[in-house]
Every structure is written in structure tokens, then in C-alpha cells.
């Protein structure tokens, strides 16, 4: 389109090239830091394991407990996952296609809560998950999830289902189909593209969500993945086992590239339009 | 200097590590149990009244002594109460893990409240949550016949643990604070340990010379220094009514001379650049590793560095403790030692009675044996490392608390009653040590928290005397 | 033209109503009561005080350095992160070579649990384990700093990693924008012979007024939050030089036991969370051009 010249090639291609060497290399470091000794990891932090020690994963795996908090992570996050979208969806289809008294209100009220800082909420929220006898649960923590995922998801689909035609809607209903008929069979489908955007971006938060298992959970054998190695990390610092905290971090970041590299570009567009909306 | 009550040569009856344990064999009739070989005696199999086939839980910190010990003591309370059990979680930060809990009045039996990020102690105390364990001092001990379980504690050691004269919590572990360095490394560089901090700071020039630095510390947690370097030094140059001072708030206290000197003095080691690269940035644990690779030479710590370290300690390496040098060589032989590790139940847990009952299983002779034979440390428990063949890392310290003598200097109170003050120190020592504040600014800035300690109505206030 | 509309209506609402009334609404309408009350956070209920806590929070010297750091984190980070997120996603989308793989790789940090990318950065920071203070020793450097260990580079270090973590979702908001904007423009500004950086500073940025506003308001909720980071990195540490707000107020109600006064700090940071939010809305709104 216009001159580019040679030189600024060169130096463009430098400074990409530079960033991604710092973005990758600390993983790389971590992966093989993560078969050595704790005495190589001492002595040499660039030499590569003289011997692969394995053993330091299944340190990670079976005495810290790293299998045990996927597992754990996985139980919340996926009935977390489809009853956000669902509820949510329900609730923004009624906010953008019906009038009715209160649907202003309704929607500023769930819009406020983007705004809150979690941080403002823990000890009141901590009580009242106490009360209701749900403290150390799974489904407390999934319910706690899917509320503090509620306002977000509906804004955003609420201004989707707003950008769908009601051409076909209309038709269904002259074809007698029930309102539940019309939402089920026509509208999810017509706004998916709108629920894996928001499938991704509030996976990927609940997948990392650190502060609410913090409060919510405290019983070990029930800790979310971050906490997990939060925990191990503070364990550490009495249990001089160094190398099994890098297999952790190893076995639970290769996972994660794996899933983000297949579908990079959905969880890309998932986690933009998500931010740009907002 | 008396508080402790423990005089010299008592003080190695009351361990009986010397091999001269004091002789408790009774005429009364001992009941001998299978698994662990406990010997209850006679009538006190259950003084406390625990209700039968009681399930209680216990949740304790597993720091530097690990928690295979405690699993011990609940295998004994097992089967001294056949159907009734405690449970044992070792954990780390305990606060975090238990204010839930505790807000939710659904605390554990008993717990273990130590380590970084431990409850405040002085809020439980000011609000009520923990139990008075009177009754269980004045119970019957479970394998000493004849003596009640306070009486076979080493006299003081459970002093910390009054607040207001109401014996709060108990303290399971007798603790020797110090200076560490590794025999063979001196022997093989023929240094000797100094007596003077004078003579500290040219050995440690020497040291320099050599290639290794003279000192690390914890570095991300530099009460350590507290402990091992401020408190016995105050106390060489100014005497123990310093901290019992600033312990009960009064005003100026940190002000004291002997205070700026200490200070100063071990500012010198930032200064002389004696302090190993990188120490501010490592861990206790990671600190106490390159010392263990000898690339420094002193360390402060108390007695659980040997079994917190012992999967990592190269063979030969031979570590011992000793007193930290002061101004006066005379002094040289004054140590801090004190009991440690609060063991508390909770007064609206589910079981009181079966948290006291543990403590006093886990405080028997035959749980503090174990102690020393595998931990490596003992129970502040008469008799509690009978026949026992202790490491030379214990030796060390057992040796340096008989040279004390009578000079056995106790540790302040105000880590656990204010937890405001605390943390200035923490932070203040850390700017001391990296040459970040003087030792002016040290005191003014912990001078400063004292003050708005002393003036704040809400928090409960605790004397010392 | 519904019949029965609130046959459907109310159903549909009253999971997200029920749900959020219960764990959003009424804990927040409960701190707003707790930060004006001293409470130890144990059994004993919260104690009214009025102003009170808000009256410390203004001579606490602790509060003002957290807010400062803060501060730094606000003004430093949106310039350095938005500037180079920006600067890359112009490159990028100037279809270079290997544009894919930069725009793959860039944005993988951002899915990592901050948890994991803090310690993973404490350890690349660590002055004996770590790799950058070999690096530095390699290259003859003999004392680097101790990054995470001194208050002067601690605050520093952890800009680093934040910069890292999220340059490359920024750049992909970016360039979202970027690829929005009609191609004739540009092939106008080429006939009139514009250079790249020309054709940037009076096409495409003026362009892209929307993703910078989401933006700004991404990275202000960001550089007001920073707790996991912090709280795996230094915990505040050295001698408080990386404290925030955040992690002030969780040190005052879970070491200190005091949960009123942390509450309080909490409304502070919420306000200041509004306040520039709707500033940045506010400065941004006229901006916008349509195409």
C-alpha cells in the first residue's frame, strides 16, 4: 500500500520477534525447570536437567494434590458454565424483546453490579454462604459463580438478542408455536455465536477465579486449581520442594495452551467482543 | 533474668536428655496401652470427663516440626478413649483458613496457631473464643502418676499463654533462639566463634575475604532477626525490663539507649556489606538453603531449622547454635530460649473437653519422647527426652541453655497481644537490614505503632509483669 | 401483540433476580452498613461508629501509600500498556510475516491464572534460582538487583509482569478495531503518498476511539485490583513499597481482625472504581467517529 522501507522491516520484525522470545521463555524455562533437581535449580538455572526427573510430576500430582483440584475445578466450572448462559439468556431475551413495568430497573440493577469490586462483598458474602449451609460445597460455590458471572453475561446478550431480526420469531408464532417453543428452538440457536462469546470469556474467569474459592472454600480436599497452587506456593515455603511446584505450574499451564491453541481464535474473538461490549 | 524458673543444673533433669532423668517411678499401678506403649497412671484416664465415643477434629499448623508428631499424640488419644477420635489437618495460614470458621461459630476442637498468617491471638482473646484451660493444668498428668499436667511443664514455659492470670493456650514446644553456623565449615577455615560483637564483625570481615558472605537472614521475613538478634542483645546490654516495657505499651519504650545500640550494631552488618546478595529476596526456607551450601556463614534461627531443613542438609554439615555476642563478653552466654507453638481450644467448639484431652495426650511424656526422638526438638515436658539421642544440633542448643545458666532471657509478648506493633517491626527491620531506615528511624517508626496501640480504646490491652 | 406476556416474563427473570438478589445485592447493601461499623470479624456483631473509620483512614499513613501505589499502577500502566499494545497491533495488522504466530503467542499470557504467572514471575525474578538474575550476572553485572527483595525495583517489577500479562489482550482489542476500519480509507491516504506513521496518527487512532475507551476502563479496573499478583509476588513487601488497597484492606481484616475499617477501605476503592469510570465514559463520549 505504501513504501515500507527495508530498514523498518528489519527493525519491526526485531521488536516482534524480541517480544514473543519474552513471552515464551519464562514457559519454556518453567517446563524444564521443571524435570530438574532442586539442587540443579540451585546451582545452574539455565542448564537443562543432566537426568529428567519425572518423579517431581508425580510429586505434583499425587502428594500435592494437583489431579485433585482439576477434577475439583472442572465439577464447578462446567454446571457453573451452562446455567450462566442459560439463566442468563433467559433473563436478556425477556429484557431486549418485552416491555414491561420495572424492565429499565431491572436491567440498570444488574448492570451495577459489573461495577463492584468483589473485594467490597467477601466477608458479608462469606456469612450468608455460612447461613445458607453452603460453605465447603460445590454448589454453593457453582450458585456464587453463576451470580457474580450474571451481570456481565446478561448486558452483553441482552444487546445481542437486540441485533436479532424478529422476522423469524414473528413467523414461529404465527406458526402457533408457545413463547417457551419460540426462545428454545428459535432464539438460542439464532444468538449462539452471542453465548460462545460469552461461553469462553466466562469460562476462562471462572477457570482462574482465585479471591471467591479463597473465602468460600477451605477445605482442602475441595480447593479450585489457583488456590490450589496458592496453597502449594505457601506450602513451600516450609516443604523446600521446589521442583514439584514447577511440575505443578507445568502441569497445569500445558493444558491450558493446548486448549488455547486449538481454539485461539475462538477464545480471541470470545474474549474481545466480550471486552469491547463492555 | 528468672522468669523462665529454670535454674542450670535443673535444667537438665527437667529433659532428661543427659541421661540423667530424674526418677518417676511410682508405686502407683500403671495401665499399659498396646499400640504406642503409653502407661496412663492411675486415675487419669480421664479426669476431664470426655464423653465416650467423641469424633474431634483438630486442625494445627504444619510448619518447620511437620504434623507427624501430632498424628502421634491422636494415636495415643485413640487409645486412651477407645471409640473416640481426633482428627489432625496440617495446614499453613491458619488464619486464612479459620476465620471462616470461627465467624461462623463452627471452630475446630483444638488448633496449632502458628506460622506466617496465624490468627491474632489478642483478638481471641479480647472476644472470647478461646477456652480457659485451667482445668486442664490442675488435671491429673496422663503418664507422670502423682503430678497434675501443669506440674510436669517446665516451670514458666507456659506463662505466654496467661492473659489476665487465665491460662489461654499452652505452648508445646521448647525453643532455643540463636546464631547457626556450620561446625565443620569453621573447623575447616579455623574460625572461632567470637564473643564479642566487635569480634563479630572482624571475623566476618575475615569470612568476606574468603569468598562466602558473613551473614543471610529470612529474608522476606525479617522477624527473624527480631528473635534472633534484637531480643537477646537489648536484653545483654539493657536488661529484660526493656521489653517487658515495651510489652506493657509504656511510653518511650522503644527509646531506650540500649536499643539504638543494638540496632546500630546490627545495621554494621548491612553496612560492611556483610549480608549475602539477595537475601531481602528469598524466603526463610530458601535463605536457609544457601546457608546450607555455605554460601553464608551465620544464620538466625531457633531450633526447628534442623528437622525444617533436614531433606535438603548435606551430610557432614554439622550445625550448631550459639548465643549471639553482645557488647560484653561476659555476657556472651545469655540465650533466649522460651516455649513456643500455641496449641488452643476453642471455648464454642463442638468439644472443648476432647480439645483439652488431647493437649493432654499430646503434652505426655510418651508424645514429647517422640518428639525428640523424631523431630529432633522437645516438649517443654519434665522428663520429655528420657533417654533420647539427640542430634548435634540439639546438643548444641541444650549446651548453649546449660552455659545460660540462670541468664535464660525470655522473649517479649507483644508479637502475639499486638499485632500492629508486630508488623512494624517486621517491616522497619527489613528497612534496617537494607539500609533503608537508621536506626532512628527504626525506633520512631515503631515507637509511632506502640503509641497508636497504647491510644486505641478498641483493642484489648494485656500487662506483663 | 403477546398474549400472557407475563407468563413468560416472570419465569424467565426470576432465576437471574433470585440468584443475584441473594449473592450480589444483599452482601454489597451489607457492606455499605459494615464499613461504618468496627467489627473483629468474629462472633460479636458489628459495633455502629459513624465516620469514624473513614476519619483514620485519613491519617493512616498505610492507606496512603497503598493508595499512592495505586496511583503509580494508574498512570503508568494504561501509558506503557495501551501505548505498546498499540504500537504492536499496528505492526501486526501491517500484515508482517508471521503476523499470526505474534497475535497466537502475544495473547496466550492472558488465559494463564494470575496465580500460576505470579509465581512463575517470582521465580524468574528469584536472585538464586531465578534466570534473570543469572542473565544479568552473565553478561558481567555482578550485583543485579534484587528485583522482588528492594522497595526501589519491587513496585517495577511487578508493572513488568502486568505489562506482560496483558499487552497482547489489548493489542487483540486493538486490532479488532484496526480491522474495522474500511480499506479505501487507507488506499486514500496512500495515493496522497502518507507514510506509516502518519497514516496511523491521523487514520487509524482517531479511529479507534472505541477500543480505547474500553480499554482505559479495562486497565483502571486493573491497576485498581492488582491482588493476585501482589499477593503472590511480595505480599505487599518489601517494607510495604507494592501494597495496594486490595491487598491493605484483606491484611486488615485478616491479619488485624479488623473488618469494619477494611470494609471501608473497600468503599473507597469502589468509589474511585466509579469515579474514573465515568470520567473516562465522559471524556471519550464526543470523541467517537463514525464511519
Redesign the interface.
Same mark, same amino acid.
Given at each position: 500500500?505504501?513504501?515500507?522501507s527495508r530498514w @523498518? %522491516?528489519v527493525s519491526? /520484525?526485531t =521488536?516482534?520477534v524480541g #517480544?514473543?522470545v &519474552?513471552?515464551?521463555?519464562?514457559?519454556i #524455562?518453567?517446563i524444564y525447570?521443571s524435570l530438574k533437581t532442586?539442587q540443579e535449580?540451585?546451582f545452574s538455572?539455565?542448564a537443562p536437567p543432566m537426568e529428567l526427573q519425572w518423579d517431581n510430576f508425580a510429586r505434583a500430582w499425587t502428594k500435592a494434590h494437583v489431579g485433585d483440584y482439576l477434577l475439583n475445578t472442572l465439577i464447578v466450572v462446567i454446571p457453573a458454565l451452562l446455567l450462566t448462559l442459560i &439463566?442468563?439468556a433467559?433473563?436478556a431475551?425477556?429484557?431486549a424483546r418485552?416491555e414491561?413495568v420495572g424492565r429499565r430497573f431491572?436491567f440498570y440493577?444488574?448492570l451495577s453490579?459489573m461495577?463492584?469490586?468483589v473485594?467490597? %462483598?467477601?466477608?458479608? *458474602?462469606?456469612?450468608?454462604v $455460612?447461613q445458607l449451609k453452603m460453605?465447603n460445597t460445590f454448589h454453593g460455590l457453582i450458585?456464587?459463580y453463576?451470580?457474580?458471572s450474571?451481570?456481565f453475561t &446478561?448486558f452483553f446478550l441482552t444487546g445481542f438478542f437486540k441485533t436479532l431480526p424478529t422476522e423469524i420469531e414473528e413467523s414461529a408464532?404465527m406458526d402457533g408455536a408457545n413463547?417457551?417453543q419460540v426462545?428454545f428452538k428459535v432464539m438460542l440457536p439464532m444468538a449462539s455465536p452471542g453465548l460462545i462469546s460469552m461461553g469462553i470469556f466466562n469460562f476462562?474467569g471462572m #477457570? $482462574?477465579q482465585? =479471591?471467591l474459592p479463597?473465602?468460600l472454600i @477451605?477445605d482442602?480436599s475441595k480447593y479450585m486449581? @489457583? /488456590?490450589g497452587?496458592?496453597?502449594m506456593?505457601?506450602?513451600?515455603?516450609?516443604? $523446600?520442594d #521446589?521442583s514439584a *511446584?514447577?511440575a505443578a505450574?507445568t502441569i &497445569?499451564?500445558v493444558p491450558?495452551?493446548i486448549v488455547?491453541?486449538t481454539f /485461539?481464535k475462538q477464545? /480471541?474473538d470470545g474474549?474481545?467482543?466480550g471486552?469491547?461490549k463492555? | 533474668m528468672k522468669k523462665s524458673g529454670i535454674s542450670r543444673r535443673r535444667f537438665i533433669e527437667y529433659t532428661g536428655a543427659a541421661g540423667m532423668g530424674i526418677g518417676l517411678s511410682s508405686v502407683l499401678p500403671q495401665t499399659s496401652l498396646a499400640k504406642t506403649g503409653i502407661k496412663v497412671a492411675s486415675g487419669a484416664a480421664n479426669p476431664l470427663g470426655l464423653a465416650s465415643n467423641t469424633q474431634a477434629e483438630g486442625v494445627f499448623f504444619s510448619g518447620g516440626f511437620g504434623h507427624a508428631y501430632i498424628e502421634y499424640a491422636a494415636e495415643i488419644f485413640g487409645e486412651v478413649h477407645p471409640g473416640s477420635s481426633m482428627s489432625v489437618e496440617g495446614i499453613q495460614r491458619v488464619g486464612e483458613r479459620l476465620r471462616p470458621r470461627i465467624i461462623a461459630g463452627n471452630p475446630p476442637d483444638v488448633i496449632d496457631n502458628s506460622g506466617a498468617g496465624n490468627l491474632d491471638t489478642g483478638a481471641l482473646v479480647g472476644e472470647g473464643e478461646l477456652m480457659d484451660l485451667g482445668p486442664l493444668m490442675s488435671a491429673p498428668a496422663l503418664d507422670t502418676p502423682g503430678k497434675t499436667f501443669g506440674e510436669t511443664l517446665f516451670p514458666g514455659s507456659q506463662n505466654s499463654g496467661l492473659f489476665d492470670g487465665v491460662q489461654r493456650y499452652v505452648n508445646i514446644a521448647f525453643t532455643v533462639f540463636g546464631v547457626w553456623h556450620s561446625k565443620s565449615l569453621f573447623d575447616e577455615k579455623g574460625w572461632n566463634y567470637p564473643t564479642t560483637w566487635d569480634g563479630m564483625l572482624s571475623l566476618c570481615d575475615t569470612i568476606k575475604t574468603s569468598g562466602i558472605a558473613p551473614w543471610t537472614y529470612q529474608g522476606k521475613y525479617p522477624q527473624y532477626m527480631l528473635f534472633g538478634l534484637l531480643e537477646p542483645i537489648v536484653s545483654k546490654i539493657g536488661g529484660p525490663q526493656i521489653w517487658k516495657d515495651v510489652d506493657n505499651l509504656v511510653p518511650s519504650a522503644w527509646e531506650h539507649p540500649a536499643m539504638l545500640q543494638a540496632l546500630n550494631m546490627m545495621k554494621a552488618l548491612h553496612d560492611n556489606g556483610y549480608i549475602m546478595e539477595g537475601t531481602s529476596g528469598l524466603t526463610h526456607t530458601e535463605s536457609q538453603a544457601e546457608w546450607l551450601q555455605n554460601k553464608a556463614a551465620f544464620i538466625p534461627c531457633g531450633t526447628w531449622l534442623e528437622n525444617e531443613m533436614r531433606s535438603i542438609t548435606p551430610g557432614g554439615f554439622n550445625m550448631v547454635i550459639k548465643p549471639v555476642p553482645s557488647d560484653d563478653a561476659s555476657r556472651l552466654s545469655w540465650i533466649d530460649a522460651s516455649s513456643g507453638e500455641p496449641f488452643m481450644v476453642f471455648s464454642n467448639g463442638k468439644n472443648p473437653v476432647a480439645g483439652m484431652e488431647f493437649l493432654r495426650c499430646l503434652l505426655s511424656k510418651e508424645s514429647a519422647k517422640w518428639f525428640a526422638q523424631n523431630v529432633g526438638s522437645i516438649m517443654p515436658v519434665v522428663g520429655g527426652a528420657e533417654g533420647v539421642d539427640l542430634s548435634s544440633a540439639m546438643t548444641s542448643a541444650l549446651a548453649a541453655v546449660d552455659n545460660a545458666g540462670p541468664n535464660i532471657l525470655d522473649r517479649p509478648s507483644f508479637p502475639g497481644w499486638y499485632s500492629d506493633i508486630y508488623s512494624e517491626v517486621k517491616d522497619s527491620m527489613g528497612a534496617l537490614l537494607t539500609g533503608r531506615a537508621s536506626a532512628e528511624e527504626f525506633i520512631e517508626r515503631v515507637q509511632g505503632a506502640s503509641d497508636e496501640v497504647r491510644e486505641d480504646e478498641d483493642i484489648v490491652k494485656f500487662k506483663r509483669t | 401483540m403477546r398474549r400472557n406476556k407475563y407468563g413468560i416474563i416472570l419465569p424467565f427473570l426470576a432465576p437471574a433476580i433470585i440468584l443475584y438478589s441473594l449473592f450480589v445485592i444483599y452482601p454489597y447493601s451489607q457492606a455499605m452498613y459494615v464499613a461504618f461499623t468496627k467489627w473483629k470479624g468474629l462472633r460479636k456483631s458489628p459495633r455502629f461508629v459513624g465516620l469514624d473509620n473513614f476519619e483514620k483512614m485519613l491519617g493512616d499513613d498505610k492507606f496512603w501509600n497503598a493508595l499512592s501505589n495505586n496511583l503509580i499502577y494508574l498512570f503508568v500502566l494504561p501509558i506503557v500498556t495501551l501505548g505498546f499494545a498499540l504500537f504492536m497491533a499496528f505492526m501486526i495488522s501491517q500484515k508482517v510475516r508471521f503476523n499470526n504466530f505474534y497475535r497466537v503467542t502475544y495473547f496466550f499470557p492472558q488465559v494463564m491464572s494470575v496465580v500460576a504467572i505470579g509465581i512463575l514471575w517470582s521465580f524468574v525474578y528469584h536472585p538464586t534460582i531465578g534466570i534473570f538474575s543469572s542473565l544479568l550476572k552473565a553478561v558481567g553485572i555482578k550485583n543485579p538487583p534484587v528485583w522482588l527483595g528492594d522497595p526501589d525495583t519491587a513496585l517495577w517489577s511487578i508493572v513488568a509482569v502486568t505489562v506482560w500479562q496483558s499487552a497482547g489482550f489489548f493489542m487483540v482489542i486493538f486490532m479488532a478495531g484496526m480491522l474495522s476500519i474500511p480499506k479505501s480509507l487507507y488506499e486514500a491516504a496512500a495515493l496522497d503518498g502518507a507514510g506509516r506513521g502518519s497514516t496511523f496518527f491521523r487514520i487509524t487512532f482517531p479511529l479507534l476511539w472505541e477500543n480505547t475507551r474500553s480499554s482505559l476502563v479495562f486497565i483502571t479496573v486493573i491497576a485498581m485490583d492488582m491482588f493476585g499478583i501482589t499477593f503472590t509476588m511480595t505480599q505487599g513487601g518489601p517494607d510495604r513499597s507494592t501494597d495496594v488497597l486490595a491487598t491493605l484492606l484483606y491484611e486488615h481484616a485478616f491479619l488485624h481482625s479488623r473488618f469494619g475499617y477494611a470494609t471501608s477501605i473497600a468503599m473507597v476503592y469502589f468509589i474511585i472504581v466509579i469515579v474514573l469510570t465515568l470520567l473516562i465514559f465522559r471524556v471519550t463520549r464526543r470523541e467517537t467517529v463514525e464511519f
Open positions: 500500500m505504501y513504501k515500507v @523498518s %522491516a519491526t /520484525q =521488536v516482534l #517480544w514473543a &519474552i513471552v515464551i521463555f519464562p514457559m #524455562w518453567m525447570s532442586d535449580l540451585f538455572p539455565w &439463566i442468563s433467559m433473563a431475551y425477556v429484557l418485552f414491561f431491572l440493577m444488574f453490579g461495577l463492584f469490586p473485594f467490597l %462483598a467477601l466477608v458479608p *458474602l462469606f456469612s450468608l $455460612n460453605l450458585l456464587v453463576i451470580a457474580y450474571l451481570p &446478561i408464532i413463547p417457551y426462545f476462562l #477457570w $482462574n482465585y =479471591v479463597l473465602v @477451605s482442602e486449581l @489457583s /488456590q497452587l496458592a496453597f506456593l505457601f506450602k513451600q515455603f516450609y516443604e $523446600n #521446589w *511446584l514447577f505450574l &497445569i499451564m491450558t495452551l488455547y491453541i /485461539q477464545i /480471541q474474549i474481545t467482543t471486552a469491547l463492555g | - | -
